[in-house]
């Protein structure tokens, strides 16, 4: 599977450029494309998800010291909610009589992902990285495919990224999609499209 707009660099090589490109103070500090929010998009065909993981976890030994950046597993963010207010067995429980659609859902919900759950303020994950993440870090988000179809890129875009705080607004934060962004459409594992989307921007061809 090509990478949006047909990419032809390896794999390698654009995690190599991804490197360069966060050692930058520049992009560090100046936010997106015009001054633009500083929110970007690495796609990679998911068939090489197990070396996308040993890539980034490259990086971070690589930056140590030099770079400040984190790592944020958004499936991980999600259990450890869930476990922390007992949800889980509920869901599994939710899953067997009402199946997977409902499960999104009430997940959904108890995470206040959605415009109308009780205010934007209370986003679950929103609270996570606020709590955990240090806005002078470049911030990795992963494991959104792990998460589909219970979230979404575009709601991690809408309803995380677009509601930290203040101090935030500089920080450079980068979704690592299993499939395709082409800057105008989401198509998560490459096939199935997620959504319409223009905001983020690719941060390498």
């Given at each position: 599977?090509?990478?949006?707009?047909?990419?032809?660099?390896?794999?390698?090589?654009?995690?190599?450029?991804?490197?360069?490109?966060?050692?930058?103070?520049?992009?560090?500090?100046?936010?997106?494309?015009?001054?633009?929010?500083?929110?970007?998009?690495?796609?990679?065909?998911?068939?090489?998800?197990?070396?996308?993981?040993?890539?980034?976890?490259?990086?971070?030994?690589?930056?140590?010291?030099?770079?400040?950046?984190?790592?944020?597993?958004?499936?991980?963010?999600?259990?450890?909610?869930?476990?922390?207010?007992?949800?889980?067995?509920?869901?599994?429980?939710?899953?067997?009589?009402?199946?997977?659609?409902?499960?999104?859902?009430?997940?959904?919900?108890?995470?206040?992902?959605?415009?109308?759950?009780?205010?934007?303020?209370?986003?679950r994950l929103v609270e996570y990285l606020k709590e955990k993440?240090?806005?002078?870090?470049?911030?990795?988000?992963?494991?959104?495919?792990?998460?589909?179809?219970?979230?979404?890129?575009?709601?991690?875009?809408?309803?995380?990224?677009?509601?930290?705080?203040?101090?935030?607004?500089?920080?450079?934060?980068?979704?690592?999609?299993?499939?395709?962004?082409?800057?105008?459409?989401?198509?998560?594992?490459?096939?199935?499209?997620?959504?319409?989307?223009?905001?983020?921007?690719?941060?390498?061809?």
């Open positions: 599977m090509e990478t949006a707009l047909g990419s032809l660099k390896t794999l390698e090589e654009r995690l190599e450029i991804l490197e360069t490109k966060i050692r930058n103070p520049e992009f560090r500090t100046g936010g997106g494309k015009a001054n633009e929010v500083n929110y970007w998009v690495f796609d990679y065909d998911p068939r090489r998800e197990m070396e996308v993981r040993r890539g980034i976890e490259d990086i971070r030994r690589k930056l140590d010291g030099l770079v400040p950046l984190q790592i944020f597993d958004l499936y991980d963010m999600m259990i450890e909610y869930l476990e922390e207010k007992h949800f889980l067995d509920k869901v599994y429980q939710m899953e067997i009589k009402k199946g997977l659609p409902a499960v999104s859902r009430a997940i959904n919900h108890t995470l206040r992902m959605s415009n109308d759950a009780n205010g934007l303020s209370e986003n993440a240090d806005p002078r870090s470049v911030l990795f988000l992963t494991g959104i495919g792990k998460c589909y179809p219970i979230l979404r890129a575009q709601e991690i875009f809408n309803q995380v990224f677009y509601n930290m705080p203040k101090e935030f607004m500089a920080t450079p934060m980068i979704l690592f999609y299993p499939g395709v962004y082409t800057e105008q459409e989401l198509r998560i594992f490459g096939e199935m499209h997620e959504d319409n989307y223009y905001r983020a921007f690719r941060i390498v061809r």
